[in-house]
């Protein structure tokens, strides 16, 4: 089926409303309507078939690491990274009226957000248990009426959800942020030299010794910064490593350029997944840790 280039006015996120990538969408495109999706893979195929506009999805976290299964999934989206957007996510433990802390005995959530807090879930004596999303595990306890249950989830879950706030601030680390990639089916190319652009993209790395090291040395050598690089097996094949990167630049500056042709030597399928404007809060994060 061929996606209409009629405008939706819609962006996917993965997760039930009151998630926090619901939020994300809310903080970003507050003037559009957010479109919650079971999967991963129906948000990437909502915006594919033209259901909605934008994608929002979550790459990592700055206390839990880099989201599961997200960066095997974005190289067969069929679309392209066109922003990114950092999300402060601050945990609340949420419960129906009438539960009291000490009337708790179990917490459900999404395995990141109890990752994210598992400092504050020990204090409470409370045990953990893994749910498919945090505004999911809301939902839940609020529709069964379960009872010594609560969930770990966001103040938006909470109002949609009519559950009390027991705890906020559960999260371990008060830095705790979500960096997220907005992704559409048209790539967008911005000026390379109108601000500060990341560049993210996807490559395999030949069989052979010291691949890897004599891929990157082009980054070195032309003095581009790699914010990010993560591997992962493809194919089930323990030989076959794929590398997902992210780079200060643009394809078009000489140094990127230049980077890109001798990892281009080194690697097979090397595919640019998108050029964006970074978000000025990625450099403020930087200055605040210096």
Do not use: W
């Amino acid at each position: 089926m061929t996606p209409s280039n009629e405008p939706t006015n819609k962006i996917a996120f993965q997760g039930q409303p009151g998630a926090y990538s619901d939020m994300s969408c809310r903080a970003v495109h507050p003037d559009m309507e957010t479109l919650p999706c079971p999967s991963f893979e129906d948000v990437f195929a909502s915006v594919r078939d033209g259901n909605a506009d934008l994608a929002m999805i979550p790459i990592e976290n700055s206390v839990a690491g880099r989201v599961a299964d997200i960066h095997h999934l974005l190289p067969e989206s069929g679309l392209h990274i066109i922003a990114e957007h950092f999300q402060p996510v601050n945990h609340h433990l949420l419960a129906p009226s009438g539960e009291t802390l000490e009337t708790l005995k179990i917490v459900r959530s999404h395995h990141q957000a109890l990752s994210q807090c598992r400092n504050s879930i020990r204090a409470l004596g409370l045990e953990p248990i893994t749910h498919a999303d945090t505004a999911g595990a809301a939902k839940e306890i609020s529709e069964h009426g379960l009872t010594g249950v609560a969930a770990i989830a966001s103040e938006l879950a909470a109002n949609i959800y009519g559950l009390e706030i027991l705890k906020r601030s559960m999260e371990d680390e008060a830095h705790n942020t979500t960096r997220f990639i907005i992704m559409t089916r048209e790539p967008f190319d911005p000026e390379p030299d109108n601000g500060p652009v990341m560049t993210s993209f996807v490559f395999q790395v030949r069989n052979v010794p010291a691949a890897l090291y004599k891929a990157m040395g082009g980054f070195a050598t032309n003095g581009v910064n790699m914010t990010k690089l993560e591997s992962y097996m493809v194919r089930g094949e323990f030989t076959a490593t794929q590398f997902y990167a992210d780079i200060e630049g643009h394809p078009e500056h000489a140094s990127v350029r230049l980077a890109l042709e001798e990892l281009g030597f080194f690697s097979r399928e090397v595919r640019i997944l998108g050029v964006y404007p970074a978000n000025p809060k990625r450099y403020s994060a930087r200055s605040a840790a210096e």
